[in-house]
């Protein structure tokens, strides 16, 4: 029996999700996307994903892959799986593509958009962002900027074996204002990040708009490798991850 690839844009709220990835005994964006199809479409598929996300952290263009043996047209399959999906999840494309497709390689940039509400978010709101106050914007920008470029991001990360490879190179920074909203918009773009390599970052600006710590500090902690150190980790509910863009030869269509 031919099998048939297949490549997806999903978006979802991860607020009640455990995070992307299958975990025992909870409820994750992967096993919910595998278990409704097995129950519309009668076939078991393993879902390759092109970036994890963490427990409460959304995404508006998370990609993955599957393959199965059904050939037809891609917006039936696509009406019919989001017909069975919860509220919170939506497939926003499905393509066949070539066998040799793989979410994890080719990839040109990601972009993370973080967000942060200056005014107090009105309820329907609050769980898309983090509500941090009147900040120094000046200094949030600036501790931003020292973190673009190439760097070891390992102390901006979780523990890891020392063999794995955690230089990274971020392209950009910006910060969108949003007067109508009363939030900010940190939009981050890079080729590939580390678990919770964005969200450290946020928290790590956040300390120094704060005054809590200095951008020299940042600084020290990335040129040192200080992997003790006092910059934490921003909360989940605030990040999306937004767009994942493959250069040309990634996808050749079947």
């Given at each position: 029996?031919?099998?048939?690839?297949?490549?997806?844009?999903?978006?979802?709220?991860?607020?009640?999700?455990?995070?992307?990835?299958?975990?025992?005994?909870?409820?994750?964006?992967?096993?919910?996307?595998?278990?409704?199809?097995?129950?519309?479409?009668?076939?078991?598929?393993?879902?390759?994903?092109?970036?994890?996300?963490?427990?409460?952290?959304?995404?508006?263009?998370?990609?993955?892959?599957?393959?199965?043996?059904?050939?037809?047209?891609?917006?039936?399959?696509?009406?019919?799986?989001?017909?069975?999906?919860?509220?919170?999840?939506?497939?926003?494309?499905?393509?066949?593509?070539?066998?040799?497709?793989?979410?994890?390689?080719?990839?040109?940039?990601?972009?993370?958009?973080?967000?942060l509400?200056?005014?107090?978010?009105?309820?329907?709101?609050?769980?898309?962002?983090?509500?941090?106050?009147?900040?120094?914007?000046?200094?949030?920008?600036?501790?931003?900027?020292?973190?673009?470029?190439?760097?070891?991001?390992?102390?901006?990360?979780?523990?890891?074996?020392?063999?794995i490879?955690?230089?990274?190179?971020?392209?950009?920074?910006?910060?969108?204002?949003?007067?109508?909203?009363?939030?900010?918009?940190?939009?981050?773009?890079?080729?590939?990040?580390?678990r919770?390599?964005?969200?450290?970052?946020?928290?790590?600006?956040?300390?120094?708009?704060?005054?809590?710590?200095?951008?020299?500090?940042?600084?020290?902690?990335?040129?040192?490798?200080?992997?003790?150190?006092?910059?934490?980790?921003?909360?989940?509910?605030?990040?999306?991850?937004?767009?994942?863009?493959?250069?040309?030869?990634?996808?050749?269509?079947?």
């Amino acid at each position: 029996m031919q099998n048939y690839k297949y490549k997806a844009i999903v978006a979802y709220d991860g607020t009640d999700f455990y995070g992307w990835q299958i975990q025992p005994l909870q409820k994750t964006i992967v096993g919910t996307l595998q278990n409704t199809f097995k129950t519309v479409f009668k076939q078991q598929i393993k879902i390759l994903g092109s970036s994890r996300t963490d427990a409460g952290v959304h995404a508006i263009g998370q990609v993955f892959s599957f393959a199965c043996s059904l050939c037809i047209p891609v917006n039936k399959m696509t009406e019919a799986w989001n017909a069975a999906l919860p509220v919170s999840i939506t497939i926003r494309s499905l393509q066949r593509v070539a066998d040799t497709f793989h979410p994890q390689h080719n990839v040109g940039y990601k972009t993370y958009c973080y967000y942060l509400f200056y005014r107090k978010p009105l309820p329907h709101a609050a769980r898309y962002g983090l509500y941090c106050g009147a900040i120094d914007i000046i200094r949030l920008r600036d501790a931003l900027q020292c973190m673009v470029g190439e760097h070891d991001f390992r102390p901006l990360s979780v523990v890891m074996p020392a063999y794995i490879k955690t230089v990274r190179r971020v392209d950009s920074i910006r910060i969108i204002k949003n007067p109508i909203k009363g939030s900010y918009a940190i939009v981050v773009c890079g080729k590939g990040f580390l678990r919770y390599m964005v969200r450290r970052m946020i928290g790590a600006a956040l300390e120094c708009a704060r005054g809590r710590c200095s951008q020299e500090y940042i600084k020290q902690v990335l040129q040192n490798s200080i992997i003790i150190n006092k910059l934490p980790v921003a909360p989940p509910q605030g990040l999306f991850l937004v767009r994942i863009v493959y250069t040309n030869k990634a996808i050749k269509l079947s």
